[in-house]
Every structure is written in C-alpha cells, then in structure tokens.
C-alpha cells in the first residue's frame, strides 16, 4: 500500500516562508509526476505546482516567482518552498503523485497540511 505522507504547514505571517514536503511511502516501482495543490475554504481545489520525471516544472500563476518545487527521486520526496506567503495563500494544501506499483501506475493523494497566513 502506498501512501504520501506530508508535512512542514503552519501558521505565518504575511511575507514568511514555509517550506513543504511529502513522502511517498510502501512498495514503488517508480513516481511520474508529482505535485502541489490546494483548497481555500469554499473553494475548489486548484493546481498549485507540479515538477515531471525530468524534473520539469510548472506553477499556477498566483505563486510563480514566489513558490519553487523540487524533488529528490532517490528518496521519493517532492518539496514545496514557499516565500513572500499571503493571506490569499492561505488553504489546505495536499501532495499528489502518479506512482506505479506491482499492480499498475495510479493516482496517490496526501492526506492534506493546512497553511494558514495571517498577522
């Protein structure tokens, strides 16, 4: 069974930096893409940043120049470093991954770390 395991939210205040990770844990054959969303209370849930196998990366328009992902493929972990935060930064944020096992490649999601701004 596989699961990603995240963590590093919390509360900031406008202007600050959180750094993000996720751990993909369990029997893996190997992970695709990986990536960063989030949800705002009474909002959908929206792309945040996402980083391929080659290390390719692409951000939502909000958080570009401000947020950078990475990943270390070795040990299965995608990051998200986050700086200049926001009140509008504010969410939930959840790590997703493409991850093939023993029984095929499927979808994986975090169980979600909330980030909240505010002074």
């Known amino acids: 069974q596989v699961q990603l395991v995240e963590s590093g939210g919390g509360l900031v205040q406008p202007g600050g930096s959180l750094r993000l990770s996720c751990a993909a844990r369990?029997?893996?054959?190997?992970?695709?893409?990986m990536g960063w969303y989030r949800q705002a209370p009474g909002k959908e849930r929206e792309l945040v940043a996402t980083?391929?196998?080659?290390?390719?990366?692409n951000y939502t328009d909000s958080v570009k120049g401000r947020f950078t992902i990475s990943r270390d493929k070795a040990r299965n972990l995608v990051y998200l470093q986050m700086n200049s935060l926001e009140p509008e930064d504010t969410a939930v944020y959840y790590c997703?991954?493409?991850?093939?096992?023993?029984?095929?490649?499927?979808?994986?999601w975090g169980q979600g770390t909330q980030v909240t701004v505010s002074s």
């Open positions: 997703n991954a493409d991850i093939m096992t023993l029984g095929g490649i499927s979808d994986y």
């Open positions: 980083i391929t196998g080659g290390s390719r990366t």
């Open positions: 369990g029997i893996i054959r190997s992970i695709r893409a």
